[in-house]
């Protein structure tokens, strides 16, 4: 039974199954959002739904008893562990107001196919390896991010209060700067000062237009190159890195999954022999000395 399990699980048949289902939960999941479609076919969607928890519960079963005596092994991977807290959440008592939830449970089901896909799963896990380099250049990012936004409140708080009046708004400007939405605008309004350009509609909050042209344009493009182009190449160095780390990891093993499978029983007994041959004659030599 284990072994006809472990054969299940590891066929290409039952993975592209899975995966099919979990495409399949992903279009449910999809349709519920047209509630006039859903209210109309709400049994037959309803009835889809169990299927697909049914063949999720499945692939649970067949796992656990591929691992034989030691179920619990099917535990010591972070996805199966996914996978089951996905599928044990279904059995909740969900209704009325928790609905949502359900939904929402389900909605996580499409994330399986991270785990149905290897190259996806290489990928997420190279996004896992690089947080916490990802951490490092964030918190340098942030250092940045302060030090304009308190340059940006103590040089342009008085002519642009709405983008500069205080230090998380002006943060939050700054966002907004180096995501390029607009940033020309903020510029222009601090270039100009705000009753030239920006304000229209706002008049009675500029108070003291003043405009600074040349601190205007070196504040925002220096801005824009540091924050955009050298720390979104940081990002991607790191990412590129990991996935680096990752999928040399993923080849090994690989490697060790074919160099374990290669090796049968006779070959193993014949190592061994030759150990057990070299040990013995190690110890004839050792008595002649």
């Known amino acids: 039974m284990t072994n006809l399990c472990k054969k299940i699980s590891e066929s290409k048949w039952f993975q592209n199954f899975v995966t099919a289902a979990i495409l399949v939960a992903g279009v449910l999941v999809g349709v519920a959002t ?21 063949i999720f519960i499945l692939e649970i079963i067949v796992k656990v008893l591929a ?12 996805w199966n562990i996914f996978d089951f807290i996905i599928v044990a959440a279904a059995f909740l008592p969900f209704g009325g107001s928790s609905i949502a939830i359900l939904r929402l449970l389900r909605l996580l089901r499409v994330l399986k196919l991270i785990k149905a896909l290897p190259k996806l799963q290489m990928l997420v896990g190279a996004l896992l390896k690089s947080l916490p380099s990802m951490g490092y250049v964030s918190v340098l990012l942030t250092l940045l991010f302060y030090i304009y936004a308190v340059a940006g409140v103590f040089f342009f708080g008085e002519n642009d209060p709405i983008h500069f009046g205080d230090l ?8 907004r700067v180096v995501t390029l939405e607009d940033w020309t605008d903020i510029m222009y309004i601090n270039m100009f000062g705000c ?21 205007s344009i070196t504040f925002f493009v220096t801005f824009v190159l540091i924050g955009t182009m050298i720390f ?34 006779e070959d193993i007994e014949n190592k061994i022999s030759e150990l057990q041959e070299v040990l013995n004659l190690f110890k004839v030599q050792q008595k002649l000395k």
């Not at 076919?41 to 697909?52: G, P, Q, R, T, V």
């Not at 998380?168 to 966002?175: D, E, N, V, Y």
């Not at 909050?205 to 600074?212: D, E, F, I, K, Q």
Request: glycine share 10%; charged share 20%; proline share 1%.
């Open 34 to 54: 047209y509630q006039d479609f859903s209210l109309k076919h709400e049994n037959f969607l309803e009835l889809l739904n169990k299927i697909i928890l049914g």
């Open 168 to 175: 998380q708004t002006s943060m939050l400007s700054l966002f």
């Open 232 to 265: 979104l190449n940081l990002f991607i160095g790191v990412v590129m890195n990991g996935m680096d780390e990752a999928k040399s990891e993923m080849l090994l093993e690989e490697q060790i999954k074919e160099g374990t499978e290669s090796l049968n029983i």
């Open 195 to 215: 009753e030239n350009y920006g304000y229209d509609g706002n008049m009675d909050l500029c108070v003291n237009s003043t405009g600074a042209s040349a601190l």
């Open 67 to 78: 691992e034989g005596k030691k179920p619990w092994l099917y535990f010591t991977d972070g």
